[in-house]
């Protein structure tokens, strides 16, 4: 089934995403980053034997001038006679997204940055603070009994348009429904040497200070790559802290998901400043993407979805990202239109919702 055209026609904001490399990548960098292993292991094949894989091989290598489903080899040997900055522009361009929404404070010295990824693009870009990165930035440089007040003026300084916690790849998602007193995040702070923060104390604090600053602020939920303890991910977890925070008003939004999707809808039904997508979980699927789509907006408003690609690392992933969503939306409601599920200016209307209007209205764009 094609994409409706009222789909593709749509401008597409980029909720949580990140840079693309600066420099050309080997093979095995580019496999690594197809998926979220480091590699598929001597015994384990080449990762473009994956749903991914042949997405790219499928959809990509048409826009480098190559035969559809070319060979891994030979799309790579096209993509590397390519100038990266070609390559990066063929494929945001070729994407549709005009707002990105950029997570910096991972790996920020291998990626461009939002500026520079939305110069290449031709269109804006918004930067994330990821607190985790934030407070180990900061640790260093002031004392205990400073780092509050310094975290807290950097979340009010206007830099950011929201926040993100990687809570789930340090402590897991059960973050408990009280704030954190200051005496005890000063003392953990003081414990605290630097480096990577791991602390459920100050992470916690964080969360609830990026809220009391009024960003809204991402959770990584489930997917990711092999330092997260998966069933610790559950965006279920949360729900102490959903409760708590309910009261304050400002979004909360479940990145990715998968396989927890069903429950972060449930999650974005029943608390009404939650919001959750699908993430990378839809380029990750391939050709699978329609099905888990519909499994993921079985229950939640529709003005509770959001586009993101997650795309990281590689240009290809905002392409396929932007794609695969628009082909599993149309399928979606092509679906619904065919049941008599809803007319079609609803279709239309609740298109431009994910698409675009329900992060606009979330992030005050």
């Known amino acids: 089934m094609g994409i409706l055209p009222f789909v593709a026609e749509l ?26 292993g480091d590699s598929a292991g001597p015994s384990g094949g080449s990762f473009f034997d994956s749903a991914l894989g042949f997405a790219v091989r499928r959809w990509c290598a048409p ?13 790579l040997e096209r993509r590397n006679s390519l100038h990266i900055t070609e390559v990066s522009r063929t494929f945001l361009m070729a994407s549709g997204i005009h707002t990105f929404l950029v997570d910096g404070g991972f790996q920020p010295d291998r990626l461009l940055s ?23 930035s900061l640790r260093p440089s002031v004392a205990p009994a400073e780092f509050m007040s310094a975290v ?38 003081k414990a605290w040497p630097g480096g990577r923060l791991a602390d459920p104390v100050v992470i916690t604090w964080l969360a609830w200070e990026a809220l009391d600053a009024g960003l809204p602020l991402q959770f990584h939920v489930g997917y990711g790559d092999s330092d997260i303890d998966l069933h ?29 999707h069903r429950q972060a809808g449930y999650l974005a039904q029943v608390f009404p400043h939650v919001f959750c997508d699908l993430g990378l979980a839809t380029h990750g699927l391939g050709h ?17 979805f959001l586009f993101s690609s997650d795309a990281f690392g590689l240009p290809e992933l905002y392409y396929l990202g932007a794609l695969l969503f628009r082909r599993a939306l149309s399928d979606f409601l092509s679906d619904g239109l065919r049941r008599d599920a809803f007319l079609e200016e609803d279709a239309h209307r ?16």
């Open 288 to 304: 699978q993407a329609p099905r888990v789509l519909a499994e993921a907006l079985e229950i939640v408003p529709y003005g509770k």
């Open 232 to 260: 610790r991910c559950d965006p279920s977890l949360l729900t102490p802290f959903l409760r708590a925070t309910a009261r304050l008003g400002v979004p909360v939004l479940l990145l990715h998901n998968y396989p927890f």
């Open 114 to 136: 939002g500026p520079e990824l939305s110069s290449l693009a031709g269109a804006v870009s918004h930067d994330i603070v990821r607190l985790e990165h934030l407070a180990e």
């Open 63 to 75: 826009l480098l001038d190559l035969p559809r489903h070319a060979s891994a080899s030979a799309y």
């Open 152 to 189: 807290r003026a950097h979340l009010a300084s206007g830099a950011a348009v929201g926040a993100k916690s990687v809570a789930a790849y340090r402590i897991g998602l059960a973050l408990p429904g009280v704030r954190p007193a200051d005496a005890d995040v000063v003392a953990a702070v």
């Open 11 to 36: 401008g597409l904001i980029d909720h949580h995403c990140h840079g693309v490399l600066r420099v050309d990548s080997t093979r095995e960098e580019f496999e690594s980053l197809l998926l979220e």
């Open 350 to 365: 609740i298109a431009r919702l994910i698409a675009s209007e329900n992060a606009a209205r979330v992030y005050k764009l």
